[in-house]
């Protein structure tokens, strides 16, 4: 089973930037379909992004498209989202998750009923 952890997160101003990391242990990161989930206050966790180790395709939520990048560093063992442009709506706890495999009917659709293995969530905030 691997465990997660993610760090990064932070108050940041609108118009910012911040790289959250995903460190993987107890099992080789490549082995996963990894993606990034977010969830504030009264609302469903979402997507962010999703990257497919079966094909490289990634997913992106219409709102971060352009601003977000899902990358991996499997020689670390570690997961990033890459935020840019930051808004106030970006506002949330993020967390890092991993699925061994996903249906092949479907396709990956990034939501959090696909994932098996959480990190603990790291505080996003985006505020003048």
């Known amino acids: 089973q691997v465990q997660l952890v993610e760090s990064g997160g932070g108050l940041v101003q609108p118009g910012g930037s911040l790289r959250l990391s995903c460190a993987a242990s107890g099992s080789s990161l490549d082995t996963y379909t990894i993606g990034w989930f977010r969830q504030s206050p009264g609302k469903e966790r979402e997507g962010v992004s999703c990257?497919?180790?079966?094909?490289?395709?990634?997913k992106y939520a219409d709102s971060v498209k352009g601003r977000f990048t899902i990358s991996r560093d499997d020689a670390k063992n570690t997961m990033f989202l890459q935020m840019n442009n930051l808004k106030p709506e970006d506002t949330a706890v993020y967390y890092c998750?991993?699925?061994?495999?996903?249906?092949?009917?479907?396709?990956?659709?990034?939501?959090?009923?696909?994932?098996?293995?959480w990190g603990q969530g790291t505080q996003v905030t985006v505020d003048s």
């Open positions: 990257l497919s180790r079966r094909d490289g395709s990634t």
């Open positions: 998750a991993t699925v061994r495999s996903y249906s092949v009917v479907t396709g990956l659709r990034c939501r959090k009923e696909e994932f098996a293995s």
